[in-house]
């Protein structure tokens, strides 16, 4: 057997320059671990990265990281072009101008590492045309689920699966506050106070509790796992604002606990295969694999139908781990840069979207009524008349503060809202509660 060759001296080295777009809690955790890992990344890859440009807004604030004299700088735009920057890094987040800096970067001949999944779902298609045109990398690793892989397995070691469903808690935000408001009956906004204290919220929290975040990654996921184009604005999302601790404790004792999922399934439609992805919350079955999943982590759950059933767990927010998924991509794409080659995203066409009205899954609904003779028959008319079969029943409380709660089995969307709207009408309803949808115990 040869000898290994010894591992090449430092001097050595080809020296790949990044060049980074902001520098908040993901850029500035990028730098650190930069410094850590350059030298070991350097033996293990061949490439020695170095973070020479850094494009920010303040140049005076403290980002908790020893920056060098000059790299800083608020011209992004020449950071992205600068001849002296051989890869750039775009951590600024947000449409504009990001998505400027990234096709200037990319015309320039630099691949490009982003963590933006709102850049990406929404015009992911023009810039992968970009980066194929230029013939570099555009990887994207952070964008979906933060630090844990998953972009990477779905571009690579899943390309030959035949994935049915991808079901994933790709929020940290939300995924935090609910596991708060569960275990602790903490209070919705002491809670997202909380998240946005640790960094995991985005700079508008809205994008995050209203489900628009999360979207934006159902939107990449289904993209990568059914090879054809979604965009944010397919993706029907519900929010977790509405929730209340009555359906957090009905939850409870049903054996279910509420998360907010964002579901992607490959669905036969009258004209061939049809993409149906949505975000809401959804109660989870105790049993199942997503249930278990708290505090900020995130999990994605692939069903596919040679290799099964696989989860992928971790960290999905936050610098550090965030920073690593980035870390992961530049070096990717600086041996790339080097070896004169790139990877290609695979995604051919638009796909067609299934109607959020189309879509099918169990439901939990909780009605406020009078409780008084034949109250009970006439809400069962409701749903039968609609094609909604109920699964299981119960009430709570007697007179004119009964609350009955029921879980059905799979209904068709339209079919359960006109039974909702029915069942608005009837005299003895004062009231119909949350309508939560029922992820990963389909009957
Ligand atoms: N924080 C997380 O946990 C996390 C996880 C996954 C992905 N991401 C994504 O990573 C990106 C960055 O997130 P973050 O949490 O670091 O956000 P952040 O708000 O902490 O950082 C963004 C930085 O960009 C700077 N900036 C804005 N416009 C600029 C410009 N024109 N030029 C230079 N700098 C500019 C801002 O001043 C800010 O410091 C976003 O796309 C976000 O969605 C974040
Ligand atoms: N705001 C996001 C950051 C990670 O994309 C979250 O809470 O998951
Ligand atoms: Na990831």
């Known amino acids: 057997m040869a000898e290994p060759a010894d591992p090449p001296a430092a001097a050595d080295v080809p020296v790949v320059r990044v060049g980074l777009l902001g520098c908040g809690n993901v850029g500035a955790a990028l730098v650190g671990l930069v410094e850590r890992r350059a030298a070991a990344i350097a033996g293990r890859s061949g490439v020695r990265l170095e973070v020479s440009r850094i494009a920010v807004r303040s140049l005076t604030r403290d980002r908790g990281v020893e920056v060098a004299d000059g790299v800083l700088t608020r011209d992004a735009a020449a950071v992205a072009v600068d001849p002296e920057v051989d890869l750039v890094v775009e951590v600024i987040g947000g449409i504009e101008p990001a998505r400027e800096l990234t096709l200037a970067a990319l015309a320039a001949g630099k691949p490009v590492v982003s963590a933006n999944k709102e850049l990406l779902a929404n015009h992911g298609g023009e810039l992968a045309t970009a980066a194929e045109a230029a013939g570099v990398d555009l990887l994207f690793e952070a964008a979906v689920a933060g630090g844990i892989p998953i972009i990477r397995p779905l571009r690579e070691s899943l390309a030959g699966e035949d994935i049915d469903r991808v079901m994933g808690i790709v929020n940290g935000t939300t995924n935090f506050i609910l596991t708060r408001m569960t275990e602790e009956g903490a209070d919705y906004a002491d809670a997202l106070a909380e998240a946005q204290g640790l960094g995991y919220a985005e700079r508008d929290p809205t994008a995050d509790v209203e489900g628009y975040d999360a979207g934006a990654k159902a939107a990449i996921i289904a993209s990568l796992a059914f090879g054809q184009r979604v965009v944010a604005g397919d993706v029907y999302h519900e929010g977790i604002a509405g929730l209340t601790a009555a359906d957090i404790d009905s939850a409870t004792r049903l054996g279910h606990v509420i998360k907010l999922l ?40 692939v069903e596919g139908a040679a290799v099964g059933d696989l989860m992928f767990y971790g960290r999905g927010a936050g610098g550090d781990p965030t920073a690593s998924a980035v870390l992961g991509d530049v070096v990717d794409a600086a041996v790339n840069l080097r070896k004169g080659t790139f990877a290609t995203v695979g995604i051919e066409g638009r796909a ?81 509660g949350s309508v939560v949808r029922v992820v990963g115990d389909e009957g």
């Open 352 to 432: 067609r979207i299934r109607a959020i009205d189309e879509q099918r899954s169990p439901f939990y609904v909780s009605i406020d009524v009078e409780d008084r003779p034949g109250v009970l028959r006439s809400i069962a008319e409701v749903f039968e008349r609609n094609q909604v079969s109920i699964r299981s029943l119960e009430q709570d409380g007697a007179g004119s503060d009964a609350r009955i709660v029921l879980i059905t089995h799979t209904a068709r969307e339209a079919d359960l809202q006109a039974t909702v709207s029915e069942l608005r009408d009837l005299p003895a309803v004062h009231r119909v």
């Open 262 to 301: 964002a579901v992607c399934e490959r669905v036969d439609g009258p004209d061939g295969p049809e993409v149906a992805v949505r975000v809401h919350p959804a109660m989870v079955p105790l049993q199942h694999p997503l249930a278990g999943v708290r505090d900020s982590f995130n999990a994605v759950f």
